[in-house]
Every structure is written in C-alpha cells, then in structure tokens.
C-alpha cells in the first residue's frame, strides 16, 4: 500500500468520503463517484448520431454544428444526485470528473477535432458570488483537460439577473432570459468554433439565448454539450 493510500483510508476512517451518486462509502482508489455507478451511467451516446433527440431540440431556433449530453436525467435515479451535488453542495470536483470522463467519450467519437474554444453557461455574477464557482465551468474545465483546448469563461457575459424559472412556460422562459447574454470581448472568439457547455439540458431555452449572442460575432459556430438532458 503506497503511503498517500495509507493516509486516505485513516483520514475516511473519521471523515469518509461518499458517492456523489448514490451515497454509499468510497473505498481506496475510488475518486468521488464508485465504481458500480460509474459502470452504470444512463449515458446517451447522442454524439455517435449527429440527428439526435439534443440536437433536435435547437432545430428552428437557431445554428447549432452538432449537440449531445452525457447521460439522461431522471428524478428517481440516483444519478440525479451528481447534478444536486455538483450545484448545490459544493462538490466542484464532481463537475471536474464528470468532464473528463465525458470528453474521454467524445474524443473516442472525435466529436472534438474540429472544436477551438470551450465556453461555459455564465452564472449571473450575484449567484456565482452566492455558489463561490460556475457549476458549468467546472464541466467545461474537465473537457478541456482532457482535449487540451482553450477554456474561455470570460468572453460571454449574464447581463440581469432572471428570476426563478422553474414554474414559467417555455415561452415566458425564453423571454426572460433573451437577450441577457452578451459577448465581452468579440475579438478573442472570432471565427472559432465553439462548444457550448451546460449542465442540464431542459427547454435549451437558456443554451439558445447564449449561442445567438455568440452567433452575433463574425465566423463563430457553435456546438453544444451538457452533462445531463432531461426529457420534457
Ligand atoms: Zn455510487
């Protein structure tokens, strides 16, 4: 047993570290989530088929090269709780992780080879001052790492702040949040490609809103990728 291995299993001895899935106890060299739910993640290998259920979702709303999510979202499914951590307990490294095994999956596929630039969903400055960190920019960060491109969360802006959007209609959604994504500075994403990075996938109302403002600048494309993708 290497000493740093040592070490881990006497400090979970009294602080153990547990599943970002399902809860259950970590053992050595198990690295946030286990492995019987890394095993089974309910992935949706979208990005094998360029006409799939994500990308469709943007069809007549506006450009997209090519959309996927990693795995499906579902309430009663332990896997729900990776998203709950990742945005509302604090666990960043999840994000991270989670990043990485998806861009290991899409490299297989080369969905990636003809990506320039990562850009993360912004956070509006108000709740990422509240989170401390962009739950999107931690899974964007994990991709980058392992394709070895540039991650840019700078360039594209939340401008107002949108209220609670849980109860609104897909339209009034749309509205609420048009037109609140602005690019701040044009000349550092001019024709690139860009992947388009979010967390879940809902209406696609929000991803719509961030890819026309970065549509406005000359040459940009865009492609989309988010960790999960809940059916309406
Ligand atoms: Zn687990």
Same mark, same amino acid.
């Given at each position: 047993?290497?000493?740093?291995?040592?070490?881990?299993?006497?400090?979970?001895?009294?602080?153990?570290?547990?599943?970002?899935?399902?809860?259950?106890?970590?053992?050595?060299?198990?690295?946030?989530?286990?492995?019987?739910?890394?095993?089974?993640?309910?992935?949706?290998?979208?990005?094998?088929?360029?006409?799939?259920?994500?990308?469709?979702?943007?069809?007549?709303?506006?450009?997209?090269?090519?959309?996927?999510?990693?795995?499906?979202?579902?309430?009663?499914?332990?896997?729900?709780?990776?998203?709950?951590?990742?945005?509302?307990?604090?666990?960043?490294?999840?994000?991270?992780?989670?990043?990485?095994?998806?861009?290991?999956?899409?490299?297989?596929?080369?969905?990636?080879?003809?990506?320039?630039?990562?850009?993360?969903?912004?956070?509006?400055?108000?709740?990422?001052?509240?989170?401390?960190?962009?739950?999107?920019?931690?899974?964007?960060?994990?991709?980058?790492?392992?394709?070895?491109?540039?991650?840019?969360?700078?360039?594209?802006?939340?401008?107002?702040?949108?209220?609670?959007?849980?109860?609104?209609?897909?339209?009034?959604?749309?509205?609420?949040?048009?037109?609140?994504?602005?690019?701040?500075?044009?000349?550092?994403?001019?024709?690139?490609?860009? !992947?388009? $990075? %979010?967390? +879940?996938?809902?209406?696609? &109302? #929000? @991803?719509?809103?961030?890819? *026309?403002?970065? !549509?406005? $600048? %000359?040459? +940009?494309?865009?492609?989309? &990728? #988010? @960790?999960?993708?809940?059916? *309406?």
């Amino acid at each position: 047993m290497r000493i740093i291995d040592y070490f881990r299993d006497f400090s979970r001895l009294f602080f153990p570290d547990n599943c970002a899935a399902c809860g259950n106890i970590l053992v050595t060299n198990e690295e946030t989530i286990c492995t019987s739910c890394l095993y089974h993640i309910p992935k949706t290998n979208y990005h094998t088929r360029p006409d799939n259920p994500v990308s469709e979702v943007f069809w007549g709303r506006t450009r997209i090269e090519k959309a996927t999510s990693f795995f499906f979202f579902h309430k009663s499914t332990h896997y729900q709780h990776i998203i709950h951590n990742l945005k509302y307990r604090g666990n960043k490294d999840v994000g991270i992780l989670m990043g990485r095994y998806f861009a290991t999956d899409l490299k297989d596929n080369d969905f990636h080879s003809d990506i320039d630039m990562i850009v993360p969903v912004p956070l509006h400055p108000k709740k990422l001052r509240l989170r401390g960190y962009n739950q999107s920019e931690m899974i964007a960060r994990g991709i980058a790492d392992v394709w070895k491109i540039e991650l840019n969360p700078q360039s594209l802006k939340r401008t107002t702040f949108t209220e609670t959007q849980t109860r609104k209609s897909r339209i009034d959604r749309w509205l609420n949040v048009e037109s609140v994504f602005e690019v701040a500075d044009p000349e550092t994403i001019k024709g690139k490609h860009i !992947l388009l $990075v %979010d967390d +879940v996938l809902t209406t696609g &109302a #929000t @991803l719509e809103a961030c890819a *026309n403002a970065l !549509l406005k $600048v %000359d040459g +940009v494309k865009v492609s989309v &990728a #988010t @960790l999960a993708y809940a059916k *309406n």
